[in-house]
């Protein structure tokens, strides 16, 4: 038992001890080199060249690969059999650094020959040595042709060769065939890990740089999802998509800290130094926790990139056409259909692709980090066509506004309003635009220099590796950290401009009474004093500019006709009892100013009757005096005995005389939804919060 201990100990130290030998002493340039093989020596020629067609990088990877044939070549089972194996693991160098194969008559002869022996042995034939893939030629080895540049016998072993033979992947990049990777054109390779550019503590600064701001913006989005969930009926179209493009950023900074949290541990495979692999790139789908996060950053980036342009769409439709809130809100459906379609289409693509590549930087896993057609065409499209799209339609809904402005006279106050609602869009856009475009920028020098740095990597590193140097390097590059920390900081700085929308002074009162447990009150009799106080931008803006300008009443009525006196009564039961001193000082001056429920006399005079001045009204939930109700009751049966009377005659000739009586058609328009309410209502949120 103690023999088979130390002959096994002794065996695995061979065995490891091998390759190291072979990383100190082998060639660090794509060089001719003496003939070390014992198999190989004494044969017509003693230069070789490394690495050979069978792909190994040294000889003494190709002398173990030939060990198995070291029996039949001993016992001589063919002549051809040693030529053969030589020429594939110690090939002939000539002149120009090319190797040349073996004739098929000659690998043909040599299986015929030992092709029984290699059974007894239980040797196989190797795949990568079938003798269909050699020229169909009956030729010694080496030709006579290949051995011009070594007539004399010697071999001048730092000559280099005049020949760029690309990439070659080093042994401890190999990864399984089943897998899919790939690296730098070579299948089956995976770069380094965690980064092939940054050393360990630039690395650990940058994960904490990413960590910090993915924190920021996960609060801030956050605050934003839940500001929206405290008053669901206050973000309706056009500014709805807002809370989506919060969300999905709220989960890109989410995913981005657990890769702060994860470290490597997901965007790298751990090292196997017992089969000389070194840690290398996630790729692929193969890792469920990588797969996971890339398909919740990916699916969410271009989500938000997408809400973004659907929020231009809902603002181009409020401003140009008219678009109501409710007219935008049947819409909802296709916005969301495309909002979260797209994206699952790229990112199912993607999967299907196996295109899923591991950030050792930021610890997550995303597209086209190495792979530049993936880059190209999933990156940079889509965000450059968004970015298109959506300026246009802004641009269009900041001059149509802008236009409304300059050619509807509007009141002073509704100037305002609409100016700092045109503000806060073009303030918002900016905040937007300007990382997103810096997004951009960055991935679009990535894609232009990446071929750069990746030669400069492979220059710097052949002779670690001991895989060919690239040939005639024209420029070297290697990338600056603050370009991928710009690049991360602005992807994740994109989702805090929502903040600055929900900021006002509403939000912070709507916190506060959440937190002090008070119920807001109910949505519609808000509505309802909104459309009795407020004024009406909706027909201001749908008006014909030539026309003139009338003012409506600011009253409603479910009757054949409306008065101001009810609409006043009407806000006046909707405010509290407890009301200010201003608020009731405005009440009497509406009510001053009523001239429009009028009674016609029969001698054609007109004379207010069912209304009573400010300064008669009773306190808040005070009976009526019983003195007045006649004379109340009196001017009602006149109204109503002159209205059967006269009919829409009299209708119109006191509306032509005093221009404050509507018709009940007309008063009712505001609460039907008309369009172009929907500028109106952010206009009348914009005046709310100011």
């Known amino acids: 038992m103690g023999l088979w201990w130390m002959l096994s100990v002794s065996m695995l130290t061979a065995c490891v001890a091998i390759p190291m030998d072979a990383a100190a002493g082998s060639h660090s340039m794509f060089t001719c080199e003496p003939i070390t093989l014992r198999m190989c020596q004494g044969l017509a020629y003693n230069a070789t060249f490394m690495p050979n067609v069978l792909n190994h990088y040294d000889q003494q990877t190709a002398a173990l690969a030939m060990e198995p044939f070291h029996p039949m070549v001993n016992l001589q089972c063919s002549p051809e059999l040693r030529m053969f194996l030589c020429s594939l693991y110690a090939p002939v160098c000539t002149e120009y650094g090319r190797t040349t194969l073996p004739c098929r008559r000659l690998c043909l002869r040599a299986r015929r020959d030992c092709y029984q022996l290699m059974d007894m042995f239980g040797v196989a034939w190797p795949e990568e040595m079938d003798c269909s893939r050699f020229p169909d030629c009956d030729e010694p080895y080496p030709r006579s042709v290949d051995l011009l540049s070594i007539a004399d016998g010697t071999v001048d072993s730092t000559v280099s060769v005049q020949r760029d033979y690309g990439?070659?992947?080093?042994?401890?990049?190999?990864?399984?065939?089943?897998?899919?990777?790939?690296?730098?054109?070579?299948?089956?390779?995976?770069?380094?890990?965690?980064?092939?550019?940054?050393?360990?503590?630039?690395?650990?600064?940058?994960?904490?740089?990413?960590?910090?701001?993915?924190?920021?913006?996960?609060?801030?989005?956050?605050?934003?999802?839940?500001?929206?969930?405290?008053?669901?009926?206050?973000?309706?179209?056009?500014?709805?998509?807002?809370?989506?493009?919060?969300?999905?950023?709220?989960?890109?900074?989410?995913?981005?800290?657990?890769?702060?949290?994860?470290?490597?541990?997901?965007?790298?495979?751990?090292?196997?130094?017992?089969?000389?692999?070194?840690?290398t790139v996630t790729q692929g789908s193969?890792?469920?926790?990588?797969?996971?996060?890339?398909?919740?950053?990916?699916?969410?980036?271009?989500?938000?990139?997408?809400?973004?342009?659907?929020?231009?769409?809902?603002?181009?439709?409020?401003?140009?056409?008219?678009?109501?809130?409710?007219a935008i809100e049947k819409k909802a459906l296709l916005f969301h259909a495309c909002a979260w379609g797209l994206p699952g289409a790229l990112t199912v693509t993607l999967l299907a692709m196996n295109k899923i590549e591991g950030d050792g930087i930021s610890?997550?896993?995303?597209?086209?980090?190495?792979?530049?057609?993936?880059?190209?065409?999933?990156?940079?499209?889509?965000?450059?066509?968004?970015?298109?799209?959506?300026?246009?339609?802004?641009?269009?809904?900041?001059?149509?506004?802008?236009?409304?402005?300059?050619?509807?006279?509007?009141?002073?106050?509704?100037?305002?309003?609409?100016?700092?609602?045109?503000?806060?869009?073009?303030?918002?856009?900016?905040?937007?635009?300007?990382?997103?475009?810096?997004?951009?920028?960055?991935?679009?020098?990535?894609?232009?220099?990446?071929?750069?740095?990746?030669?400069?990597?492979?220059?710097?590193?052949?002779?670690?590796?001991?895989?060919?140097?690239?040939?005639?390097?024209?420029?070297?590059?290697?990338?600056?950290?603050?370009?991928?920390?710009?690049?991360?900081?602005?992807?994740?700085?994109?989702?805090?401009?929502?903040?600055?929308?929900?900021?006002?002074?509403?939000?912070?009162?709507e916190w506060a009474s959440f937190f002090h447990g008070k119920r807001r009150k109910d949505g519609m009799v808000n509505e309802s004093r909104q459309v009795l106080q407020e004024p009406d931008f909706a027909q201001l803006l749908l008006r014909d500019p030539g026309a003139p300008v009338v003012r409506k009443s600011r009253g409603t009525s479910t009757q054949g006709t409306s008065t101001h006196a009810s609409s006043t009564h009407l806000a006046m039961l909707d405010e509290p009892p407890s009301g200010s001193t201003s608020r009731a000082s405005s009440l009497r001056s509406k009510t001053s100013s009523f001239h429009g429920s009028l009674h016609r006399s029969r001698d054609g005079r007109y004379t207010a009757c069912s209304f009573r001045g400010g300064e008669d009204r009773q306190p808040y939930g005070s009976m009526p005096r019983l003195h007045d109700q006649p004379q109340s009751r009196h001017c009602s049966t006149n109204r109503l005995d002159s209205l059967s009377r006269q009919g829409s005659t009299l209708r119109l000739e006191t509306q032509s005389r005093h221009s404050s009586t509507r018709d009940l058609s007309n008063i009712t328009q505001p609460m039907q939804g008309t369009p172009g309410n929907g500028i109106h209502r952010v206009l009348e949120e914009d005046g709310s919060t100011a």
Not at 286 to 309: D, E, I, P, R
Request: aromatic share 16%.
């Open 167 to 279: 990439f070659w992947c080093p042994r401890e990049l190999k990864m399984e065939p089943d897998l899919g990777y790939s690296f730098l054109g070579v299948r089956d390779c995976s770069p380094p890990c965690p980064n092939m550019y940054f050393q360990r503590e630039e690395l650990a600064f940058a994960r904490y740089f990413i960590g910090v701001v993915s924190i920021v913006c996960l609060s801030a989005t956050l605050f934003t999802f839940l500001t929206f969930l405290i008053d669901v009926s206050r973000f309706r179209y056009p500014e709805r998509p807002i809370i989506f493009y919060a969300v999905c950023y709220m989960m890109v900074s989410l995913v981005f800290f657990l890769g702060f949290l994860l470290e490597d541990r997901v965007s790298c495979n751990a090292a196997i130094p017992g089969r000389f692999r070194a840690s």
């Open 286 to 326: 193969h890792n469920k926790a990588c797969t996971l996060l890339f398909m919740v950053l990916y699916f969410f980036t271009m989500a938000g990139s997408v809400w973004w342009v659907i929020l231009t769409i809902t603002w181009f439709l409020a401003a140009v056409p008219k678009w109501g809130s409710e």
């Open 363 to 509: 610890g997550v896993c995303f597209v086209g980090l190495y792979d530049l057609t993936a880059l190209r065409w999933f990156l940079l499209a889509p965000l450059g066509l968004d970015v298109l799209v959506g300026v246009s339609l802004l641009l269009a809904g900041i001059a149509a506004l802008n236009r409304v402005r300059m050619e509807i006279p509007l009141e002073k106050e509704n100037q305002e309003k609409l100016v700092k609602f045109m503000i806060r869009i073009a303030v918002f856009s900016v905040l937007y635009l300007v990382p997103l475009l810096t997004v951009l920028a960055c991935y679009m020098y990535e894609h232009n220099y990446r071929p750069v740095w990746e030669t400069t990597w492979v220059q710097e590193r052949c002779r670690d590796y001991h895989i060919p140097c690239p040939f005639q390097v024209e420029r070297t590059s290697r990338p600056d950290l603050a370009l991928f920390l710009i690049k991360y900081l602005m992807l994740l700085v994109v989702g805090i401009p929502s903040v600055f929308w929900v900021g006002s002074k509403k939000t912070c009162f």
